[in-house]
Structures are given as structure tokens and as C-alpha cells.
């Protein structure tokens, strides 16, 4: 067993963080953690943080003394770990975190300190980190995670040790899948390709019922579209279903934090002191930005789905050989291949990732989806 099971399709990263953590090693203490969603970019800074706490094999991480369980269940103490599902992590948040970092480590060798969602932090956010990574206390470590060094300010990614992460490849993310969780190996190996080497979707494809029906039931659904005015009614479904789902966790999220909230200042019922009030409205406001972030999320997932599914029609229609993400559609994207020129397919592809950057830019979703469909219906 070993701290790093879990940290699939990446050994010349898992060499990398182990050189830096054994005794020859230079252990730097500032790292950029980098890869597309899905690669296990928290995975693997999680895994190089027990490492470093590791009791038994200093360096290496044997995954089983109290240190390195306790840094992978989230629960050791010398261990801080920000994530955020909001559109952005706030300078407070960050302030609080180099606080934290200016302390000593109280049980462990080391302090670590894990920003999972680095790239949503504002330029005026990064400044506020910026001292901490450059003087950091001798026995600090800093793990930054993001999608790409640039979505880091330069003064922030010069000062960092990057570690970029590839997409694992689909057989060990399903036989992850097997081993780890129980998964039947051909629902493993369709879940593995329907997610595209992104674990976390793997899991959700594998272990949600009917979850993976509805991804294939909806790629069908695309190759379908035959009209501007059916495309328009899929995208309002589309965006009102994102909506219906981040307004549901948010208000779940929401719901228990204004409860924690209400607990620790002493609060019953439901009326708030006046001195209180304030800080009760930035909860409330925090809700509205995580619905905002998640609805994004929801229809980019999608996007990347429609992107899947035309790069398979056009693989068929290339005849290359590969092998396809969406093999239970494998009839309707035949059919789609029959009826479409390749060139057509390939604009439609550029039209999936112009879809992405206009929603990344804040362009209404409905807008955006409404345009992508509109040109896959005619096309």
C-alpha cells in the first residue's frame, strides 16, 4: 500500500514529488500542481503532503501509519486544505491560510498548505499570497492547484516548482475503478471512456444509477437535432436543468453553513441580531455566487460531453481507428457520420469550444447554448 494508489496514469509526476520529498532530495516549498479537470491534480498535492508526514518511510509514504491516513482523510493537523465552489476565493480566505502557514507545525514534520482551486483567485487575492510564497517559515510547504500555469499570476507561478499532470489514461482509471470501489470491469472500462480519463466522473458514471444512461441518452438527443426551433427548446431545457441542480446544492451548502453560523454565535430561531446581520447577508451572497459558479460547471461538463461525442463522429468519419469515448451510441454516431462532411464536423467542434469561452466570459448560457445547437441542428 501506498500513499500514492490513488494517483493514476501520472509516474513521472509521482517520481518527481518523490525525488523532492526523499532525504537527497531539494524539497522546494512552493509547487504548482497543474492539469486538465479530472487528472488528480488535489489527489496527487494530497498524496505528496502525507508523504511528507509519513511516520514509517519519510519521503515515500507507506499509506498506512496514523500520519499519512489522517493527511488523506482530510483530518491531520498540520495540513490546511482550501477548496471552493464559488465563483472565486477571497482575500479573507487566503489571509486566514497565510496565517496559518506562518505557524509551526505542531504534530508533523512539516506545515502544508493546499490551495485545490488556485485559479480563482483574483489578481488582488495572488498579491495578498505573494509574500508568504516568496519568505515562507523553513518548515511550510505550499501546493497550489490549477488547470494551467498561466492561470496564475506570473509573480505567483515564478516563484513555484511546477508539476503539470497528464489525462490518465482510460484502462487504469477503470481499473482504479475496479480495485478501489468494486466497479464491474465492463461498466468500469464504459465509464473510463464516457468520463475521458476524468476520475471523479468515472466514479459518478459507474456507481450513480442511471447517470450514464442520461450522458448517452443526451448524446443521442444531439445527433437528433434537426431544427433551429428544437434546438432551441433543448438548450432552455438544458440551462434550466443546471439551474434546478446548482439551486439544489447550493441551498443544501447554504442551509448548513447559516446553521453552523447560527450555532456558533449562540442564535436561536430564526432572528438575527442587528451586529449579526451583516455577516448572515455575505452568506446569502456567497449561495448566489456558488449557484452562478455551479451552473457553469454543469453546462461546461456538457460542452465537453458535445465535444466527445463530434469527435467521435468525426474519428468514424476519418476512418482512423480510434477508439471511440461514446461506444454505447456507437449506431447514431455512424449515422451522424453518414449524414455530415467532415469539414462541417470539425466547425462544429470550434463552435463547442467558442460555446466554452463565451460562457467562461459571461455571456448569458442560455445564449451560447442556443447558438451551438442552432448550428449542430443545420448542419
Known sequence: MSVWDEVVGQEAAVAQFRRAASPEGSLAQAWLVTGPPGSGRSTAARAFAASLQCETAPGLGCGECRACRTVLAGTHPDVAVVATDKLSISKDEVRSLVQTAQRAPSAGRH???????????????FNVLLKSIEEPPPLTVWMLCAPSAQDLAPTIRSRCRVVHLGIPPADEVAALLVRRDGVEPELARRSARAAQGHIGLALRYATQEGVLATRESSARDLLRLRSTGHAVLVAQELVDRATAEAKAHADEVSAAERAAFMRSAGIE?????PALRAQVRQLDEDAKRRQTRLVRDVLDRYLLDVHAVLRDVLTVQLGTGSDLVNPGVLDAIEEAARDR?????LGLLDAVSTARARIAGNVPPLLAIEALLGRVATS
Request: charged share 30%; aromatic share 0%.
Open 341 to 345: 462532411d467532415p469539414r462541417a464536423t
Open 269 to 273: 430561531g430564526s432572528s438575527v441580531p
Open 111 to 125: 506545515r502544508v498548505v493546499i490551495v485545490e482551486d488556485a485559479d480563482r483567485m483574483s489578481p488582488g487575492t
